[in-house]
């Protein structure tokens, strides 16, 4: 098993920064494939970006590329989530996913990762 405790999220105006943390403990080395998804009120659930905890590119969906970066730590067990020039439509729970399979690109649920975060909301305003 894999626990996931997710920090960092709040309120913030347009065009700031913040930055989530997911601290991962258990059997982490299970885990190839970490990453955040998103969900807003009456909006489908959202790969945001996932990245492999043993190298490998990572993956961001189109709406936060150039904006958002994702970083793991792995002497911490630590996932990152920086998030910059953000905007009243990123508002959303972030949670942090892990998954034991190789990251493939993006997703389309969340099927593919087993263990998931409590979620930490994310408001920006305009």
């Known amino acids: 098993q894999v626990q996931l405790v997710e920090s960092g999220g709040g309120s913030v105006q347009a065009g700031g920064s913040l930055r989530l943390s997911c601290a991962a403990s258990g059997d982490t080395h299970s885990t190839y494939c970490m990453g955040w998804f998103r969900q807003a009120p009456g909006k489908e659930r959202e790969d945001v970006a996932t990245?492999?905890?043993?190298?490998?590119?990572?993956y961001y969906a189109g709406s936060v590329k150039g904006r958002f970066h994702i970083s793991h730590d792995s002497a911490k067990n630590t996932l990152y989530l920086q998030m910059n020039i953000l905007k009243p439509e990123d508002t959303a729970m972030y949670y942090c996913v892990a998954g034991v399979r190789y990251c493939s690109g993006g997703y389309t649920s969340g099927a593919d990762f087993p263990y998931w975060g409590q979620g930490t909301q994310v408001t920006v305003s305009s």
């Open positions: 990245i492999g905890t043993v190298g490998g590119l990572p």
